[in-house]
């Protein structure tokens, strides 16, 4: 079936830095895209970027911009995605989804797919 | 950068009434890109709406999305136990990017 396996917790110190992997299965990886959301404690959901996996284009929030960074790698179907610089406020769940948009027909599809999330805790 | 604006922000309801929850956008958003997401304690947020009416795979047709310009809706027709959660909608963008409101939570009265 189709689905998103995401690494485990990570506990980090303030200044530092988290990488995330998601693990894609069940379907063809570059024929989609992947956007990263997160979700601060009792907080809404808050969109950091997106990647294509079939070209490596990328489109980041303009307020993570130099702090984030989206890569894939298509050998394995994963897609990741690295915190710099991190804060406390930066402690939340990180989730990956599969992002569909229909270029030719300007048709926005959804994130249909969710990873299972990680979370990610900043503190001293 | 388009802002998206929920209400209410808690809905209390029973189980078998409707369900009305509104997404204003502060600017024009085209209907193929709004999209709405339930949320349950503890789970990654679920697809249910997608170009604002249409029904993602597997959503069950007591859930409805219409709406258009900066004023959208999902509608549930009669509530079930498990659409108790929260809901947002969400607005596709190539610039500056994806937009999430601030989501409505439905509470069991």
């Known amino acids: 079936q189709v689905q998103l396996v995401q690494s485990g917790a990570e506990v980090k110190k303030p200044g530092a830095s988290v990488k995330v992997s998601c693990k894609a299965s069940?379907?063809?990886?570059?024929?989609?895209?992947i956007s990263w959301v997160r979700q601060a404690p009792g907080q809404g959901l808050e969109w950091m970027g997106w990647?294509?996996?079939?070209?490596?284009?990328?489109n980041y929030a303009q307020k993570l911009q130099g702090r984030v960074t989206m890569t894939t790698d298509t050998s394995t179907s994963t897609a990741y995605m690295e915190l710099r610089s991190l804060r406390s406020d930066d402690t939340a769940v990180y989730y990956c989804?599969?992002?569909?948009?229909?270029?030719?027909?300007?048709?926005?599809?959804?994130?249909?797919?969710w990873g299972q999330g990680t979370t990610v805790t900043v503190s001293s | 950068e388009i802002v998206l604006t929920q209400s209410p922000g808690t809905l209390s309801l029973s189980p078998g009434e409707r369900a009305t929850l509104s997404c204003r956008a502060s600017?024009?958003?085209?209907?193929?890109?709004l999209a709405w997401y339930q949320q349950k304690p503890g789970q990654a947020p679920r697809l249910l709406i997608y170009g604002a009416s249409s029904r993602a795979t597997g959503i069950p047709d007591r859930f409805s999305g219409s709406g258009s310009g900066t004023d959208f809706t999902l509608t549930i027709s009669r509530l079930e136990p498990e659409d108790f959660a929260v809901y947002y909608c969400q607005q596709y963008g190539s610039s500056p990017g994806i937009t999430f409101g601030q989501g409505t939570r439905l509470e069991i009265k």
């Open positions: 990647i294509s996996a079939y070209n490596g284009n990328t």
């Open positions: 989804a599969r992002d569909v948009y229909a270029v030719v027909v300007r048709y926005y599809y959804g994130m249909d797919v």
């Open positions: 600017q024009s958003v085209s209907s193929s890109y």
């Open positions: 069940g379907y063809t990886f570059t024929s989609y895209g």
